[in-house]
């Protein structure tokens, strides 16, 4: 079993930066993917980065340029870089891990950007 805990939510203006972090813990493969979702308000849940364990990085079209993906294996750590914040980039944001069919989430962390 793998557990994810996400921290580093937080209201921030229009413009601001802010920085996830998700700390996975528990068995899993040494190829694992990392990736973060959101689901604003009233909406989807929709995919925004993941991060192999090779370094290979994918990003939703939205966020690029503007939100830089990390992970440190030694700590089975991802995080999520979050500058030039808009209000369209609130939502809860969840850490996700996976590899094969094996799938994990995290509770989620509320990010909050005011206009």
């Known amino acids: 079993q793998v557990h994810l805990v996400e921290s580093g939510g937080g209201l921030v203006q229009a413009g601001g930066s802010l920085r996830l972090s998700c700390a996975a813990s528990?068995?899993?493969?040494?190829?694992?993917?990392m990736a973060w979702y959101r689901q604003g308000p009233g909406k989807q849940r929709e995919f925004v980065a993941r991060?192999?364990?090779?370094?290979?990085?994918e990003y939703v079209d939205h966020v690029k340029g503007r939100f830089t993906i990390s992970r440190d294996n030694a700590k089975s750590t991802v995080y999520l870089q979050m500058n030039s914040r808009k209000p369209e980039d609130t939502g809860v944001y969840y850490c996700?891990?996976?590899?094969?069919?094996?799938?994990?989430w995290g509770q989620g962390t509320q990010v909050t950007v005011s206009a």
């Open positions: 528990g068995r899993m493969s040494s190829t694992n993917v």
């Open positions: 991060m192999l364990q090779d370094g290979s990085i």
């Open positions: 996700n891990l996976y590899w094969g069919s094996d799938d994990y």
